[in-house]
């Protein structure tokens, strides 16, 4: 076998075994010869191929181009040319394939034949395909997201780790203006024309929502005031929630700041209103009970004048108590608020408040047990703690149904005094839990049965408790019960 046979062979060995499509093609388009992964990636046997030109393999939107380079290799302006195209599978089917196409002359450099290579990359196609899909609809989303960004009407600030700004929208930027008129570093915790709730205490670098945000904390409706002339401060409520990874690694966080200015001023005028209103009652009040009092002292009273007295005594004592509360909640706004402390039996208060609640539990078919304890000495103001447990205790009760029983109990643990009332009653929505300590609300339970109510006892509930050192906690489970415990400080 000469040198000529043996490159004759390895020639076609070579196109016969290689991985990749390859053809031999005449200048006309014609098969001449094909190997089987063009076989293969055509869906076509070698017999079939070679009774075909490449012009009837090619998707038509592609054959234009093709023509035009082939075109240009015939005319020996290339050496060669290369283009991604469509071929045709029997079935029209479509699969993407790398053409690379070089011309070979013959002795008198006429055109003898092409060599062609093919390679598939159909699936690389589809992916990219799919990737520029997922990008467009990426940013179509950024886009949108972007839109909505600055079109709420809420502050919203993204900061990273290390709590630089990253991004705010422009009803944010016009917030910080009013802030920080003097411009902004653009850096968490810098100092400002910025006031805690009260609106004149100026916050620290620490107290910023800005710097706890940037170190994890996440809060709900921390109060805050920015600017200081009448006429551009505002108050603004602000959450954080924080920016994690897969992994739970932090990667920055998110603020939203809205403006309540209109609504702490209507609640600042209506606290003015009812607490002038109140101020108000009460001389009148006290005069009524006055009368009533002596009213009821008088000899041979009619049974039917008796029973009125007793109704209109009954109806001033409570406006008497709303009265109270609602100076109770001015004081507690105004930071009046105070007690007096005493040495006091715990057990005592406890024993005093169940007794004088158990008339309205026997009516409502409750009973009223007191956890064993033994004397337990506090330093307490008895007015306040009696009140705490006086609005707790009937709290239990108007919420309870008959046949229910609530429980109370008192106890040491470490340098705290643990008061807890729990009821087996109509229990809170989850939903609503959040809002119990607001002055005024009261839950859809009690409004749709009427249950009367100011919605101030549990405000003032916390204001005592609180105004001792100690907490308020409450659980609840709508159709299972509440309970509430206290912590004081021994």
Known sequence: MDGIEVSDRLWRLTL???????????????????????????????????????????????????????????????????????????????????????????????PLHLVSQVMDVTQQHDDRARLAETEARLDRQLRR?????????????LIDADGRYESMNRHHEALMRVGYPDGHAGQAGQPGQVFGEDGRTPLTREDMPTWRAARGEEFDDLRIWIGVTAEERR????????????????????????????????????????????????????????????A?????????????????????LRLDALVADLLEVARQREGRLSVTRTDVDLTDLVAQAVEAVRPAASLAGLSVVIEPQESLQAPVDPGRIRQVL???????VKYSEPGGVVRIAVSPVDDEAILTIADEGLGIEEAELDRLFTRFFRGGEARSRQIPGTGLGLVLVRAFVEAHGGTVDLTSKAGVGTTVTVRLPL
């Open 296 to 316: 009821n002292e008088l000899p041979d009273l009619p049974a039917a004048v008796a029973h009125r007295l007793a109704v209109i005594e009954r109806n001033a």
């Open 390 to 396: 006086d609005n707790l205790l009937s709290n239990a």
């Open 145 to 157: 997201a972007e839109a909505i960004f600055d079109s709420v009407d809420v502050g919203l600030v």
């Open 16 to 110: 016969e075994h290689s991985p990749v499509g390859m053809t031999i093609v005449s200048p006309e388009g014609r098969f001449l010869a094909v190997n089987q992964a063009l076989c293969r990636m055509l869906d076509r046997p070698s017999e079939v191929l070679l009774t075909l030109t490449f012009q009837e393999i090619t998707h038509p939107d592609d054959l234009a181009l093709d023509l035009e380079l082939l075109a240009t290799l015939l005319a020996d302006k290339v050496p060669s040319y290369r283009m991604v195209k469509r071929f045709l599978r029997p079935d029209g089917e479509v699969v993407w394939g790398d053409l690379s196409v070089a011309l070979v002359h013959d002795d008198d450099g006429s």
């Open 235 to 294: 108050a603004l409520s602000v959450s954080a929630r924080s920016v994690r990874d897969a992994n739970g690694l932090f990667h920055g966080a998110a603020l939203v700041y809205k403006d309540v200015t209109d609504y702490l001023r209507a609640m600042s005028v209506r606290d003015e209103f009812l607490s002038a209103v109140s101020h108000e009652l009460r001389t009148p009040l006290t005069s009524v009970l006055g009368h009533l009092e002596i």
